[in-house]
């Protein structure tokens, strides 16, 4: 691991810090990778992609097929809507998992990254989807009892996709439990983290956010920098063991 820290403490400052020294001069296939990623994602969010799907769908007309896809008269009450809305998030977990996926074999040491790991990550697609969806289930399950509960277990839960990545035999429902233990009294200082990249943010989006290509990949890899710092001051301290990482 390149990221050490002696300090029971969160320093998002040093995390940010280390986080530019590590995609010094490794920035092509981070920017790469954010550029395939946000091009995917913003196809998939187009109405002109969906309407060329639903349109290519009602050619099944004559064929009977149609009434599988739509119950409604309105598009956006159909099944196939929310078919391709639940293909869509799954899609955006498979790809921000393998982002994660490249950043942690960054976080390792300062050897190049070839495109190839960020395939790997894609091949882990059982694994993204099923953990994403868990997340987003707990989250927006807690999300019903008001907002706040669930912006704190959104935190709680950050951590998974980093888990997943790193340990392959940890289940699923294993890598909320730790995600929940290393996150414990630092789910603020994740908060405050996530804040600290607004004024980055607003400069990236000038113009016509193209420097939402470079800042992802800071931003990731920060987090990977304070994922890493976070469960190594859990097992310093003995909350988590080795035993804990396997199923």
């Known amino acids: 691991m390149w990221l050490h820290t002696n300090k029971k403490m969160f320093d998002r400052k040093k995390y940010k810090k280390f986080a530019r020294m590590q995609l010094k001069n490794r920035w092509t296939i981070p920017v790469v990778m954010t550029l395939i990623t946000s091009s995917i994602i913003m196809l998939l969010q187009s109405n002109d992609f969906f309407n060329m799907f639903r349109t ?65 990550g894609l091949s882990n697609w059982g694994r993204a989807a099923l953990g994403g969806l868990w997340q987003l289930l707990w989250t927006f399950l807690w999300s019903l009892l008001f907002i706040i509960p669930g912006i704190v277990k959104y935190y709680a839960y950050s951590q998974m996709f980093w888990l997943l990545a790193e340990f392959p035999n940890l289940s699923v429902t294993k890598s909320m439990k730790i995600s929940k233990e290393i996150t414990n009294g630092h789910k603020g200082d994740l908060f405050i983290m996530d804040l600290s990249f607004l004024g980055w943010a607003i400069l990236a989006s000038i113009p016509a956010f193209i420097g939402w290509l470079w800042l992802i990949p800071y931003i990731l890899m920060s987090k990977t920098n304070a994922y890493h710092a976070l469960l190594k001051e859990a097992i310093d301290l003995g909350k988590l063991k080795a035993e804990d990482f396997k199923d």
């Open 56 to 120: 290519f769908t009602a050619s099944g007309v004559s064929l009977g097929m149609s009434s599988i896809f739509f119950i409604a008269k309105e598009p956006h009450l159909s099944l196939f809507s929310s078919l391709f809305d639940w293909l869509a998030i799954l899609i955006e977990f498979i790809l921000i998992f393998a982002n994660i996926t490249v950043f942690l074999k960054m976080s390792r040491g300062p050897e190049p990254v070839q495109l190839g790991t960020f395939m790997e």
